[in-house]
């Protein structure tokens, strides 16, 4: 008999970038930081600090505009055709993504694109993102007879209908403008060659940003969706220092995307707060019941029950050196060195901090502080020692779980804040349901009638990178 699930392999992206308060403006261009070679099937996109960690963002009124903004570029980018590029050659260097090189911001006047004064998140999202019903709801094998089983299975066929039918609005703006401002939206089908993703989950706490999306054809094999956040800022617990969790399955895989921005600070000891941020945000993480099947696993309540995890985020730990011995080392392209001092490293390998989690070889300078719109560190071109910092690995990527393999692990060149933006991407492995399995029992893990799931395109095998 033929096993129950066979391997198929997926390519996630994944990026943190620390923005330092700004909103982005109209020449900032993403599409090659994110349109990578052979596109990958997800991208987990994580930013820190993109309002200002000011007393009213923090105590008061959570500011929204910056995320839709965010949001809109995204999707533009994600969702733009490489050869109609809304950003022409005229307007300055745009890099290729490589090994030293991404994330360039273009030169145009900001006449190019005029944002909408007052952007809604909540609308925005709701244009973007699939169906979240279904995307909440549990696709483990349940009783085919059962009311939630047809409910889904109804749900399913419609978006079957939405998703190929060219009735669905994902890449059909020319702009951000027209994302951002638009109440209705266009009945035009999206070109064939259009790249074509699905925001799945988006969630803003403070400065901390989270979003994931994955090309359209998933969208049926995606569930379980839930969100986790936790507060590790002033007094521990308030929301401008902490977490954004997202778990969900992917086929009979579970995943959690953890994206965290820890507490800063250089002093000697400071790694400790940084430790005890991880251990608490393991801890407090819970995500709400949802699974139908007692005997799945597909809806983990804890980040570390999952089968993949991937951790991002401005994690603040520091090189344990002077400011003047680090900027020796640096001046002689020293990483090794420097990295044998990094705080990170010595926590793991002390066990302390991050057990059971991989980071891949870092091959990149420190991606903080910079100066001000320089590739200079802050402190090298003035005397004032008030806003020197001592060069640091501050952004990573960690992983956790069997059958994840990390393709690329580099950083980006933007000069748009004091961090650089650091991206990885991993090939993982997922399980599927036996398609032999299918023919024999005639429906799918997610109760859909087998013709209906015959229909879905399937994913072809991981090209090389």
């Known amino acids: 008999m033929a096993p129950a699930t066979e391997l198929q392999d997926f390519r996630i992206f994944v990026a943190t970038w620390n923005v330092g308060g700004k909103t982005p403006n109209n020449c900032l261009n993403l ?63 745009v890099s290729k993504i490589s090994n030293n090189n991404i994330l360039k911001e273009s030169k145009s006047p900001s006449s190019t694109l005029h944002f909408f004064h007052k952007p809604s998140l909540k609308a925005l999202s709701r244009n973007l993102r699939a169906d979240s019903s279904l995307l909440k709801s549990c696709n483990c094998p349940v009783d085919l007879h059962s009311r939630e089983s047809r409910r889904r299975q109804r749900k399913l066929s419609d978006l079957h ?36 993703y699905c925001l799945i989950s988006s969630k803003q706490m403070v400065g901390i940003f989270l979003s994931v999306w994955a090309r359209k054809e998933l969208v049926p094999h995606i569930g379980h969706l839930r969100v986790s956040t936790v507060g590790r800022g ?16 992917l086929h009979q895989t579970s995943f959690c995307f953890v994206c965290s921005h820890l507490a800063s600070g250089e002093k000697e000891g400071d790694e400790l ?44 730990y520091r090189v344990a050196l002077s400011y003047e011995e680090t900027r020796v080392f640096l001046e002689d392209n020293d990483w090794d060195t420097l990295l044998e001092k990094d705080q990170l490293n010595m926590e793991r390998e002390a066990g ?27 402190g090298e071109t003035n005397k004032s020692k008030k806003k020197r910092r001592t060069p640091a690995w501050c952004d990573r990527i960690l992983w956790r779980g069997d059958g994840i393999e990390q ?15 650091v991206c990885a991407v991993f090939s993982v492995e997922v399980e599927e349901r036996n398609k032999n399995n299918r023919l024999r029992k005639g429906y799918s893990c997610a109760g859909r009638r087998l013709e209906f799931e015959d229909c879905i395109p399937k994913r072809h095998s991981l090209y090389e990178f």
């Open 31 to 93: 599409e090659d930081f994110l349109q990578v070679e052979d596109s990958p099937d997800v991208y987990v996109l994580g930013f820190q600090e993109i309002v200002p960690l000011s007393a009213g963002n923090v105590l008061v009124i959570e500011d929204n505009e910056p995320a839709a903004k965010w949001l809109g570029l995204i999707s533009q980018a994600l969702n733009k055709p490489q050869h109609d590029s809304i950003f022409s050659s005229d307007l300055g260097p």
């Open 161 to 196: 209908s939405n998703l190929y039918s060219g009735s669905s609005h994902i890449g059909r703006y020319s702009c951000v403008d027209e994302l951002l401002s638009t109440a209705e939206i266009p009945s035009s089908p999206p070109s064939p060659r259009q790249m074509s």
């Open 234 to 249: 002033i007094m521990g617990c308030l929301r401008n220092k902490g977490c954004i969790s997202i778990s969900m399955s």
């Open 273 to 316: 707060k940084r430790n005890a941020d991880v251990a608490e945000i393991l801890k407090s993480t819970q995500f709400h019941k949802i699974c139908k099947n007692p005997a799945a696993n597909l809806a983990p309540e804890r980040i570390v029950d999952h089968d993949r995890i991937i951790w991002l985020g401005d994690l603040n």
């Open 352 to 378: 302390r901090v991050f057990s059971g989690f991989n980071e891949g070889q870092i091959l990149f300078a420190p991606t903080y502080k910079y100066s001000h719109n320089s590739d200079s560190y802050a």
């Open 407 to 421: 393709l690329l692990y580099i950083r980006g060149e933007s000069r748009f804040s004091d961090h650089r933006p």
